[in-house]
């Protein structure tokens, strides 16, 4: 699976942006559908999930209630409306693809990487 993601920038406090991810190459693999991040100096984090099969979505507590996840069928992408961003959001932000069921998703179980892309929020 490739994954081809798009939409970082520089926004101020409490403004918006959308990520998008394109997944290409084997789709019939993907189980979840997700972003993490990763901000200097810390571990890659979780941000959220969506199921390729129910579409059932899944949230980190630091970014729920500003963030939405959407899945567009016929392009097999994977948007991440951001609302509400805070200077913690600032962030290498990289799209992941799981091929198996998981309960929580650790940075350790992703099956395909896309290259990051860069978020950064401004006070």
């Known amino acids: 699976v490739q994954l081809q993601a798009s939409g970082g920038g520089l926004v101020q406090a409490g403004g918006s942006l959308r990520l998008s991810c394109a997944a290409s190459?084997?789709?019939?693999?993907?189980?979840?559908m997700g972003w993490f991040r990763q901000a200097p100096g810390k571990d890659r984090e979780f941000v959220a999930a969506?199921?390729?099969?129910?579409?059932?979505?899944n949230y980190a507590d630091s970014v729920k209630g500003r963030v939405t996840i959407s899945r567009d069928n016929a392009k097999n992408t994977v948007n991440l409306q951001m609302n509400s961003l805070k200077p913690e959001d600032t962030a290498v932000y990289y799209c992941?693809?799981?091929?198996?069921?998981?309960?929580?998703?650790?940075?350790?179980?992703?099956?395909?990487w896309g290259k990051g892309t860069l978020v950064t929020v401004s006070s």
């Open positions: 992941a693809v799981a091929s198996h069921r998981l309960r929580t998703w650790p940075a350790g179980a992703t099956d395909y």
């Open positions: 969506i199921s390729w099969t129910d579409y059932s979505t």
């Open positions: 190459g084997r789709t019939s693999s993907i189980y979840h």
